[in-house]
């Protein structure tokens, strides 16, 4: 079966730096994947990790480390804006192209 | 480039009414798929669509749920009867098979 687990909730203020962690648990991992999702409007993509590493873009940046199933999504230069529901998800080989979600973490950015 | 396209935006009916929702996918993507998200919790893949065929519904209530996408474009999602704890907003998402998913706004549905 598939679990991903998150922070339910994290606070953080302007300016500052925050990491998002997520792990999970999967029987054919084939790519983690970021989205941020504002109260009311649909999720939009973030970033994309199949390879161990780090992936910059921007503002935001994720890691992965399949072995150890571990992601995490870093957020610099935090702002207003950036007060969202962050999702983990992955896509597992064995249930074909469709993202599983954790449960999402929502961040609040205060001034 | 057009988005994915839902509607209604919201809709609250009676528990036990029928109801249904409507998503026009990103032109040219193959790959659609329908997600509840409860309140407080992540989207669940509730069916996905290869053009018009179904590649997975395990997580479908089918008693009550049915989906189709008859041309290969547009979908329809149909709860009959509905629950109270259908209230939930309804996600559709659309892809190049195998590429990242694009999401509607969902249709937001509470049930009375």
């Known amino acids: 079966g598939q679990n991903i687990d998150q922070p339910t909730e994290m606070t953080a203020t302007e300016g500052a730096i925050v990491q998002i962690n997520c792990t999970y648990q999967?029987?054919?991992?084939?790519?983690l994947f970021w989205y941020q999702q504002h109260a009311g409007e649909a999720p939009t993509f973030l970033s994309y990790n199949v390879l161990d590493g780090l992936e910059e873009k921007g503002r935001f940046s994720s890691f992965l480390s399949r072995s150890k199933g571990y992601s995490y999504l870093l957020l610099k230069e935090l702002q207003m804006k950036d007060s969202a529901s962050y999702l983990c998800?992955?896509?597992?080989?064995?249930?074909?192209?469709?993202?599983?979600f954790g449960k999402g973490t929502t961040l609040s950015v205060s001034s | 480039e057009a988005g994915v396209a839902q509607s209604p935006r919201y809709k609250i009916i009676e528990k036990r009414q029928s109801v249904a929702f409507w998503c026009n996918p990103i032109?040219?993507?193959?790959?659609l798929y329908w997600y509840q998200q409860i309140l407080g919790q992540g989207p669940k893949l509730l069916i996905q669509f290869q053009n018009n065929g179904v590649v997975d519904d395990s997580q479908l209530p089918k008693d009550r749920f049915s989906a189709e996408r008859l041309k290969g474009v547009d979908s329809t999602l149909k709860i009959q009867p509905a629950k109270l704890e259908d209230s939930a907003v309804y996600l559709c998402a659309s892809s190049s098979p195998g590429a990242r998913a694009f999401f509607g706004q969902g249709t937001r549905l509470t049930v009375v």
């Open positions: 999967t029987s054919g991992f084939n790519g």
């Open positions: 032109s040219g993507h193959a790959t």
């Open positions: 998800a992955v896509r597992d080989s064995q249930a074909g192209t469709a993202l599983i």
